[in-house]
């Protein structure tokens, strides 16, 4: 109960943060919009698809988008439907889910 507790308040405290990274000038590289429109540009212009998405306690969606030559992109939505893409690279690799405790797990 207490680690709920925890990680709700770890949780709302970062989600947070980041929203007002948002509105902080271009340099914090952190790019926010509509989550429909944010969408799109993944679609159009990196081929990406969702792979899978989390809640985030109740206070945000982590959304995977994944494209087939391999990049990949983190998109988080608030309860109000902003979005920010958080994190985004190249090399995605699909892997199978393994057990805690097991090798690779």
């Known amino acids: 109960m207490a680690r709920d507790f925890s990680f709700q308040w770890i949780m709302l405290a970062a989600v947070g943060a980041l929203m007002a990274i948002s509105a902080v000038p271009a340099r914090a590289q952190i790019i926010c919009g509509g989550h429909n429109y944010l969408v799109a540009r993944l679609a159009e212009a990196f081929e990406e698809k969702?792979?899978?998405?989390?809640?985030?306690?109740?206070?945000?969606?982590?959304?995977?988008?994944?494209?087939?030559?391999?990049?990949?992109?983190?998109?988080?939505?608030?309860?109000?439907?902003?979005s920010c893409i958080l994190a985004a690279g190249e090399g995605w690799e699909d892997t199978l889910a393994t057990a805690v405790g097991q090798p690779g797990g």
């Open 50 to 82: 969702r792979l899978g998405y989390g809640v985030a306690g109740q206070v945000a969606i982590l959304e995977v988008f994944v494209s087939a030559s391999g990049t990949w992109t983190i998109l988080m939505t608030d309860v109000k439907g902003q």
